[in-house]
């Protein structure tokens, strides 16, 4: 369950870390704009769609909730396999500074639910990988300066700016309780 692009099926499991839900208690906590629903947002009808991949999958189970006068519900519930996964997803730092604005934004939020440790952990291995992005930046940026390329070497001089702006930010991450 490996994506290159955001894992919404893996953020999926971070909401079912701390106790099992039905699919709307996870869209509601989505929707807030004061937590994560002001970094993502994710349509009830695909919700329920990818819960039911996960639980194809294993990494969820299900359970029926009854109600009263209404039909009854499903909570889901984090499998072994799923709680795995997630952890692991959790702790890696994203590979393409284009994932830093959603991915890595959705990680930060559940490292933070999971503790100071495991958030102080994900920002320091982000910004060890930026710093990775800004060495090769560096380099591509003097080959280009010395090819007399001016436009790529312009290209790579906003990209060195934009992973600059990216360990600044990381740094005010480290800084924020």
């Not at 039905?22 to 769609?49: F, V």
């Not at 109600?67 to 072994?80: G, I, S």
């Not at 591509?140 to 992973?163: K, M, N, P, T």
Request: aromatic share 10%.
């Amino acid at each position: 369950m490996r994506h290159a692009s955001l894992s919404i099926e893996h953020a999926l499991l971070g909401f079912l870390r701390q106790e099992p839900k039905h699919g709307y208690a996870i869209h509601q906590e989505l929707s807030d704009a004061g937590s994560i629903g002001s970094a993502w947002r994710l349509p009830l009808s695909q919700l329920y769609t990818l819960l039911g991949k996960l639980e194809n999958a294993g990494y969820l189970t299900t359970t029926t909730e009854p109600q009263e006068n209404k039909p009854p519900r499903k909570l889901f519930h984090l499998t072994d396999q799923g709680e795995i996964a997630f952890l692991t997803w959790v702790q890696e730092p994203v590979r393409h500074g284009r994932s830093l604005r959603l991915e890595f934004l959705v990680k930060l939020y559940f490292a933070r639910l999971e503790g100071a440790g495991m958030a102080t952990s994900l920002l320091a291995a982000q910004r060890k990988k930026c710093q990775q992005w800004l060495v090769k930046e560096q380099a591509i940026l003097d080959r280009e300066a010395a090819s007399g390329r001016e436009y790529g070497r312009l290209v790579h001089q906003f990209r060195f700016g934009q992973i600059q702006a990216m360990l600044s930010w990381l740094e005010q991450c480290e800084a924020t309780p």
